[in-house]
């Protein structure tokens, strides 16, 4: 039997069955590809990273020339099995783990694209109750994360941009839309919405959820905002309101007594009442159609939509 001379070809030199071949090879991938998944997504040397795994899918074909095809092609489709679980496999504590630091995102998540899908498909005369509402409509996601808000828009039929100041965030985004078919066309860029407004793109809805309570100029911010949407289009924004109940709940509750959010993710001093974020976006020539408040209920872990603005989201 001979061997190819790669870096796994000299981990089989010994073995002499295919099936022991391949049971080694896989196992052996795991471990390589559990240190790729650990590069990758503590931030460190990414384009490596991509290249190395790369190289690890090469090499394990490369391994089994004397195989038969059949055999290559199971061996292939298990290698990419592996590659997309270990992934996020390293990252228990990242913006998929729906139980980690970014839980309350993936709570409120769907009560927030309830509010979208009704308030867009109302705005834009879709009908809410087919599969993809969005289809045909340009939506930018202002500071995307890691696509939490941006992969069901795209699966709903939008055209999404996904835009985040972070790169690290961009690039989860991008190996995790990946892994759907619906979402593999979101383009997502490491920009602001300030550079996207030189650029001069324009979008028939753009959508900025908890963000203008992280920016250092929120005025400046929401004309970016009205400068990216388009004439007759949409501008979805929601903040957390500077109100004694938010900070107990948003704050104290959600960073020092639960550690949903690491400590220090809001600052009291950033958080707009609703009649200062209407008063912004009327400056910034937007003009608020609709408003709603998030309503979370700790007895059932959820949150609900409510015509009071007072004790959340404006």
Known sequence: MHVPNTSIGRHLSQLVPPTLVIVKILKWTHHALDQYAKMYLEGKQIDEAERVRGSYKKAILASCIYCSLSTKIRLYIAVENILSSTKFKKNKCHVWDAEGPFKPLHVMNPTRLAFIRSTLCRHFRKDPHCARPFEGLKIVDVGCGGGILSEPLARMGATVTGIDAVEKNIKI???HAELDPLTSTIEYCCTTAEKLVEEERQFDAVIALEVIEHVADPSEFCKSLAALTISNGATVISTINRSMRAYATAIIAA?????????????????????????????ASINVQEMAGFVYNPLTGRWALSDDISPYDG
């Open 173 to 175: 985004a991008r190996v």
């Open 255 to 283: 960073e020092y007594l639960l550690h949903w959010l690491p400590k220090g993710t809001h600052q009291w001093s950033s958080f707009l009442t609703p009649e200062e974020l209407v008063l912004i976006l009327q400056r």
